[in-house]
Nanobody, 117 residues
Framework: QVQLTESGGGLVQPGGSLRLSCAAS????????MGWFRQPPGKEREFVAV????????HYADSMKDRLTISRDNAENTVYLQMNSLKPEDTAVYYC??????????WGQGTQVTVSS
């Protein structure tokens, strides 16, 4: 069983930046891929980014590729998402995920990102 705890969300002005963090605890030795989805208000959850165990390069949603950097610190069991040039349409709850557990994909509780002036 893996627990994922996100942090770093909040209110930011358009054009600003945020760095989200997701710390994994529990049976972290089972984790292979980690990444992020987001769910804007009234919409379905959508893929944002993913990074493998060895990295270092991640994969990103096409719509956000030039504004994102995903990174991972395996020693700390933490994945990060650097988001730059944020837009109002980036407003969403951002959910961390981890794959590799025999129980299936694990999800964090989510962290709210609001982009507004």
């Amino acid at each position: 069983q893996v627990q994922l705890t996100e942090s770093g969300g909040g209110l930011v002005q358009p054009g600003g930046s945020l760095r989200l963090s997701c710390a994994a605890s529990g049976r972290t030795d089972r984790i292979i891929d980690m990444g992020w989805f987001r769910q804007p208000p009234g919409k379905e959850r959508e893929f944002v980014a993913v990074i493998g165990l060895s990295g270092p390069n991640g994969h990103y949603a096409d719509s956000m590729k030039d504004r994102l950097t995903i990174s991972r610190d395996n020693a700390e069991n933490t994945v990060y998402l650097q988001m730059n040039s944020l837009k109002p349409e980036d407003t969403a709850v951002y959910y961390c995920f981890a794959d590799g557990s025999p129980e299936g994909r694990d999800w964090g509780q989510g962290t709210q990102v609001t982009v507004s002036s």
